[in-house]
């Protein structure tokens, strides 16, 4: 009986360990199994995918920039579907970066590129209900997602999400990571990166930002376009702000005070609707760049364009015009423009083409653009309206004659003239005031304006197609129709011309004889500070110096215009000496003032955009006036340089 009990005994024990022996082969067996089936999942999905040296191969899109002349006012962006601007790790805030860390990835320096715990976590909430709710994704497996990946919700994009995780951590360093991370995540309205965000929503850049605004766009993270501070949901980013304050209270990166200092803000961010500064030179310089770099170069490579537009002095200038827009709509004339250029260099300071960008284009009602409005805002007629330039294309006339050789002292005969057949009538022009003045010199007709003593010049001193040759070489664009079509007209502003170009060639008086061609950008850099393009114009002499000094002579005596004028009328300057020429044409369309120093052309515009008449006259010189006391205490006092004696003989 003993020995039986003794058998039994070693039986159990036997079977106890067979049990145990089964239970850890089988535990094995499923070890392997699944070892084997990650394995075979991880080779399986991990054929063809990026290697981690793509991320430095990549080229991420950005934004176009355009600057002032300072290269501190930016005055538009140009963005395809992604509006970025790369900004390096060190220069954004500790609390955005802890922000992130806090909410998407608390152990983003503890693991590997993979954090088990948190995927496991994840699995086993999305087990209990039923669906893959619970992301469980790190800063590095976002990172990777976002750049490789799809956001589809399956095991093959999940294998392979985190095996690229795994090389991207054992590649490159974690603040490489996060840097690559918070320049590339999506944060609604069109921004990728902290830095175009943060421009946008608070208009300043990310390193400026308060921690309630680095935990705002922290928050924006889980879902930018949901939680957009533009959208019906702002509540919401509130109360998701709120929580990564505590996240980065829990996690030790502020004190609760802190916390609930940043909890208090109202959370104010920047209109949506994106700022444009100085719009119709703006849309000048990116029809320039469009043109010549295409719009995908423009929209993705990170382009920095530093132009020539000095913010201040375009800020008076829409400032001035649009205060006598306003006045001058009692003499029905609603629009007006203007152009500032530094003759010496070509290069355009400031530059309005409508009384008011901004405004409606409502009068009169129904009126369709370019054809039955008086105002039309959004078109420049500073560079692509063709208008009469009245006598302020005189000047051009006058020099060719001086050129010729004549001088200012030579009289012409002011009377009423017959000058023949032209277009299939008598062509009987008349002075501006209906007068006749008998015998004047050259000085005294250009100065004082007078029609019929000009049209004499062309005809017998300078000659039409010289003339208009040179006005052509002055930098005027747009006579293109044969000479004959012109006329004698053509003195009295006959031809179409565009104010940027009318002002760009009195520069040539101004540099007394040199062309210079506009010019609107100073540099293009690249987004790591590589010159793409540096204009760097090169006068050319288009006219002697001597028909240029005696131009410059001419139009800033104020002794011989006062007969005219007056002497103490807008066009004098009591401490400078300026010159300037101002335009009228038939019934009052047009109204020009161009004036100069040797330092900078100023040229303005005022008339209506469907070229029906106005009433009153000289609108565009008191505007003129106003723009130069604002530029002239700015600029050095310069004076043209005298007439040599042999010319005044």
Not at 226 to 249: A, E, F, Q, T, W
Not at 267 to 273: A, F, G, H, K
Not at 513 to 519: A, D, F, K, N, Q
Request: glycine share 6%; hydrophobic share 35%.
């Amino acid at each position: 009986m003993a020995k039986r009990r003794f058998y039994r005994k070693v039986y159990q024990k036997g079977r106890g360990r067979r049990r145990i022996i089964f239970i850890f082969k089988a535990f094995a067996f499923c070890l392997l199994l699944l070892i084997s089936g990650v394995s075979f999942l991880f080779f399986y999905y991990g054929r063809d995918l990026p290697q981690p040296e793509d991320f430095n191969e990549r080229e991420l899109f950005q934004s176009t920039k355009i600057y002032d002349r300072t290269g501190k006012v930016l005055l538009y962006e140009i963005y395809g579907e992604e509006k970025r601007t790369w900004v390096d790790l060190e220069k954004i805030p500790d609390f955005l970066k802890n922000a992130v860390i806090a909410t998407e990835d608390k152990n983003f320096y503890r693991h590997p590129g993979v954090d088990i715990k948190s995927i496991i976590r994840a699995v086993m909430i999305d087990l209990k209900l039923g669906q893959p709710i619970q992301g469980g994704s790190t800063i590095t497996q976002q990172l990777i997602r976002s750049s490789f990946l799809s956001r589809q919700k399956t095991i093959k994009r999940k294998t392979r999400e985190v095996i690229l995780a795994l090389e991207l951590a054992h590649k490159y360093s974690k603040d490489q990571i996060l840097e690559w991370y918070l320049n590339q995540i999506p944060l609604g309205s069109n921004c990728y990166g902290v830095e175009s965000a943060s421009e946008t929503f608070f208009k300043k850049s990310v390193s400026d930002l308060s921690l309630s605004e680095a935990a705002t766009l922290a928050a924006l993270i889980r879902a930018p376009s949901y939680l957009s501070p533009y959208g019906k949901h702002k509540d919401k980013l509130i109360i998701r702000r709120n929580y990564v304050l505590d996240r980065m209270v829990e996690e030790g990166y502020i004190t609760e005070k802190q916390a609930e200092e940043a909890k208090k803000d109202k959370l104010s961010v920047n209109p949506i609707r994106q700022s444009i500064k100085a719009p119709h030179f703006v849309f000048y310089v990116r029809d320039y760049l469009m043109k010549k770099y295409g719009k995908e170069i423009i929209e993705t490579k990170g382009f920095r364009v530093y132009t020539t537009l000095d913010w201040e002095l375009q800020k008076e200038a829409e400032k001035i015009l649009k205060e006598e827009a306003k006045k001058n709509r009692a003499y029905n004339a609603y629009n007006d423009a203007l152009v500032a250029i530094n003759p010496k260099n070509g290069q355009i300071l400031a530059m309005v083409g409508s009384a008011d960008w901004y405004a409606t284009s409502s009068l009169p009602k129904g009126c369709k653009p370019r054809e039955n409005c008086r105002f039309e805002p959004k078109f420049n007629i500073a560079t692509l309206g063709r208008r009469q330039p009245g006598s302020a294309f005189k000047p051009f006339v006058y020099a060719t004659a001086f050129q010729n050789g004549h001088s200012d002292k030579e009289i012409v005969i002011d009377e009423r003239t017959d000058f023949g057949v032209w277009n299939g009538k008598h062509y009987i022009p008349q002075n501006y005031d209906g007068k006749f003045r008998g015998p004047v010199t050259l000085r005294e007709a250009l100065a004082q304006s007078l029609n019929i003593p000009s049209i004499k010049v062309l005809i017998n001193m300078a000659g039409i197609s010289k003339s208009i040759e040179n006005a052509r070489k002055f930098g005027i664009t747009t006579l293109n129709k044969p000479d004959s079509f012109y006329g004698p007209s053509i003195v009295l502003g006959g031809g179409e011309v565009r104010l940027l170009d009318m002002v760009s060639a009195y520069g040539v008086f101004a540099t007394e004889g040199l062309r210079v061609p506009p010019v609107s950008i100073l540099r293009i850099e690249d987004p790591h500070g590589n010159i793409i393009e540096k204009p760097e114009p090169t006068p050319r002499r288009v006219l002697e110096e001597k028909p240029a000094r005696l131009i410059n002579s001419i139009l800033s005596d104020n002794q011989a215009r006062a007969p005219l004028f007056g002497y103490h009328s807008a066009l004098y300057f009591k401490d400078y000496q300026v010159a300037v020429k101002t335009g009228t044409t038939n019934d009052f369309r047009d109204f020009w003032a161009i004036g100069y120093t040797p330092s900078i052309v100023v040229g303005t515009w005022v008339g209506n955009n469907d070229n029906s008449p106005m009433r009153g006259a000289f609108l565009a010189a008191p505007l003129w006036r106003k723009f130069m006391l604002k530029v002239l205490p700015t600029l050095p006092k310069e004076r043209f340089t005298p007439i040599a004696p042999d010319t005044q003989e």
